[in-house]
């Protein structure tokens, strides 16, 4: 027995000699899941299959019955067999492109398209085959030291990040860290986190369903109101001293040494989230609040911005005297970051090609914050950037009597999702509240991205109008 | 300013011309992190270098300080500058392996150092360049439907399973799922989860780390005692019935139902923990209890064993009914599975190389468990191999009226790190309980199995010669 051609379809099947139904099912269900064989293909009778084969046609009628059974093939009496249309249907790799917008411009957003994939396949291949065995095996809970060495070197060198590898915490993402910190605390006895009162709806869900209640800090020009501590009663108080999600403002020199103060006189906690600390455009950015204070502030970073979410990296800077804690929830909770992973980022960093990937994503973020800013200025010159040249996105103030949801409306009828502030609030804003509409720009792909800016200052230029 | 030659070191710096600070500096990082310049090493004097480099004296001894205030370099007046012991030191790449034992056959391990990496980094390569740039954003919670789709396909050829994409969930590990898992069910108001008495004492802390009561389910010489679950007033039952861990039976068939009828009578869920299920010897294994009733029985399956853990991927088949609640989970915990590596275990599934991976290691596994059986047939005949020729681990029972203590004491003596059946017990056995010792010949890697198991049934003829 050799290999066979199913009759009309042209396809080869391997049958090994001394399984051939094992071999035959095998050999259908993988020509049907890789779509050599579509829905709706028509297979060979049974008879006319197994002389091809050169096998007994019992032995393809029962392969055919059990396929069927499973659901790969129907069948009908006087109608032959044919690939059903589940479960071995060709699905789209990924949800379906159908449901996101033409344009996408939401906050918080990452382009990945331009991931340097091939860069980090040929250092997972180098990482593979120079890493000892054992480094295949279960990770440890705080993450491999190879990984936690590298991220302290580069924290401290581009961040003032105050660490060395022992304070280091791997997990998947910003969300997996913030989580385990707060399930840290709430085993502590901390009832209550407070939370700058603009940001990810998820970062709040996250904390309340590590058992704690999420209590909004008020946040201004100056970034959030960390006088405001005094009368929360809050064990940890997370923010985004770098570049405020999504004002935009940086937190200033006098609030940052005052939330710190706070931290000390209420023995609490400063959850710093630095998630795009190294993409200020006009200067080096200032460092990292954990400087301040290594004791009280637990500093997080994630590689989804400079590198890609689909790496499934991040990193948390934990004061000693709660490191342990942290580690017990990250057994307890099971989950653990993909050790092979780990040692490749430790790999692109220490070979400055994460540096790198940090400096070309800027530059990409920087002309497009700066294309944004030029088609405002000739098309809706009554509408400001607002907050630093930094980051991801950027908060648009809009003309006087310009509300939010014309703007966000008539973007969607242009096909660009964006999101008014409101949107990123968390509880009521009541009269005095700013306004305006966050812009993702680093959310498209370049090919795209300038088409969605050119279609997003279009919206305001009309909503401007009154139209 | 081109290159420069750190004198006796041989190193060649490559400095920015507008930077040479900076880049001096991050050079020197580099040098020392990747072991170029070893620890003591003896840096040129501040003059020398600058004079080498064309760069004023100044810049130099800048960046020799900042260095030593980092922690990189150190000196002392007089006597130079030198490459400090931390944090620059070279680290080992993992935890220091002088802490594991020389033989380490606890039960649970399994090696990775044969890990086929070469094949998965070629499959890396080639899936990463092969997707489209959107599947390098956050994967979606319940992971990447190619993934799933493999999986569907893989579970119901190889286990039976009664499954389609939708019904699959993506995690990092076994114990990822499982509390994601518990956790859903504790926020429908369960409070008691039932589980094996004899396992992995880490399952009983993530189950307890859920808010949630684990209670012990008996084992006997047929499995679970499924009968007792009626009276433990239990929401859901964690259990192994392919291969109990570590005791190696396999539930009866009789079992099988029963536990399917209970879960249906008592509104209750199986957690069936389908470890290693692909790993049986003797025959094809027997399916996944799950097929018996796919809307009450949560499948749980793992790539640690035939890959490897630093793969970072599990899978749990999910009831509809539970479905919603295990993703609402999965976000509010934050962790999630590294998107890429879905992607390229999905195409080791789609190309049969996971498939490859099981035999060759079943294989591998099936010749361990045989040299164990001739060696304490040679050497302790009175000592029997219990339990199913399956999985990684074996129970081995041990002749009249030797201790599990002797023999875990004895093994020790010998490099051998193995443990008594006591130690994977929940709760207290009480007289009747069964002893013995689990060997988890999975283990050690290739080249060190034979002699862990020689030694280790050494262990066992001396214990049960009485000394």
């Known amino acids: 027995m050799g290999e066979g051609l199913i009759a009309g379809l042209d396809l080869h099947l391997p049958l090994s000699g001394t399984r051939p139904a094992r071999s035959l099912e095998d050999a259908i269900r993988s020509l049907v899941s890789t779509g050599a064989m579509p829905v709706g293909a028509r297979l060979p009778a049974a008879r006319a299959l197994?002389?091809?084969?050169?096998?007994?046609?019992?032995?393809?009628?029962?392969?055919?019955?059990?396929?069927?059974?499973?659901?790969?093939?129907?069948?009908?009496?006087?109608?032959?067999?044919?690939?059903?249309?589940?479960?071995?249907?060709?699905?789209?790799?990924?949800?379906?492109?159908?449901?996101?917008?033409?344009?996408?411009?939401?906050?918080?957003?990452v382009d990945a398209s331009d991931f340097e994939y091939a860069a980090w396949g040929a250092h997972a291949r180098q990482a593979l085959a120079e890493l000892p065995g054992a480094s295949f095996s279960y990770p440890p809970p705080e993450g491999?030291?190879?990984?936690?060495?590298?991220?302290?070197?580069?924290?401290?060198?581009?961040?003032?990040?105050?660490?060395?590898?022992?304070?280091?915490?791997?997990?998947?993402?910003?969300?997996?860290?913030?989580?385990?910190?707060c399930r840290a605390l709430r085993d502590r006895g901390a009832r209550r986190v407070a939370i700058e009162e603009y940001g990810h709806e998820r970062h709040r869900r996250i904390i309340a369903a590590a058992g704690l209640e999420a209590v909004p800090l008020r946040v201004d020009a100056d970034g959030a109101v960390v006088d405001a501590l005094e009368r929360l009663d809050a064990a940890a108080v997370v923010m985004t001293p770098a570049h405020q999600f999504p004002t935009g403002v940086p937190l200033t020199a006098t609030r940052r040494r005052a939330v710190v103060d706070w931290a000390r006189r209420a023995d609490a906690l400063v959850l710093e989230d630095d998630y795009d600390g190294e993409f200020r455009y006009d200067r080096r950015s200032i460092g990292a609040l954990q400087a301040l204070a290594p004791d009280r502030v637990v500093y997080l970073g994630t590689a989804s911005k400079a590198l890609a979410p689909a790496v499934g990296l991040a990193w948390a800077v934990v004061p000693a005297a709660l490191r342990a804690d942290v580690l017990a929830q990250r057994e307890a909770g099971g989950a653990s970051a993909a050790g092979i992973h780990q040692f490749v980022l430790a790999r692109f960093i220490d070979t400055f090609a994460y540096d790198r990937a940090v400096r070309r994503r800027r530059a990409e973020f920087r002309s497009r914050r700066e294309l944004l800013e030029a088609l405002l200025a000739d098309h809706a010159p009554a509408a400001s950037l607002h907050g630093l040249a930094a980051g991801l996105q950027c908060l648009v103030r809009l003309p006087a009597g310009v509300a939010e949801k014309e703007v966000v409306d008539a973007a969607a009828r242009r096909g660009v999702a964006v999101q008014g502030l409101v949107e990123y609030r968390f509880g009521d804003g009541g009269q005095g509240s700013p306004t305006g509409v966050v812009v993702g720009y680093g959310a498209p792909p370049p090919a795209r991205a300038r088409r969605a800016l050119e279609l997003f200052v279009e919206a305001v230029a009309t909503a401007a109008a009154g139209g």
């Open 50 to 109: 197994a002389a091809d084969l050169g096998v007994a046609r019992n032995t393809v009628a029962d392969v055919y019955a059990r396929l069927t059974a499973e659901g790969w093939l129907e069948a009908r009496v006087g109608a032959g067999t044919w690939v059903a249309a589940s479960p071995g249907t060709a699905l789209p790799l990924e949800t379906s492109p159908a449901a996101a917008p033409t344009f996408d411009l939401r906050g918080g957003l």
């Open 144 to 181: 491999v030291v190879a990984l936690r060495r590298s991220l302290a070197v580069y924290l401290a060198r581009t961040r003032g990040v105050a660490t060395g590898p022992d304070d280091v915490v791997i997990g998947t993402g910003f969300g997996d860290l913030l989580s385990l910190v």
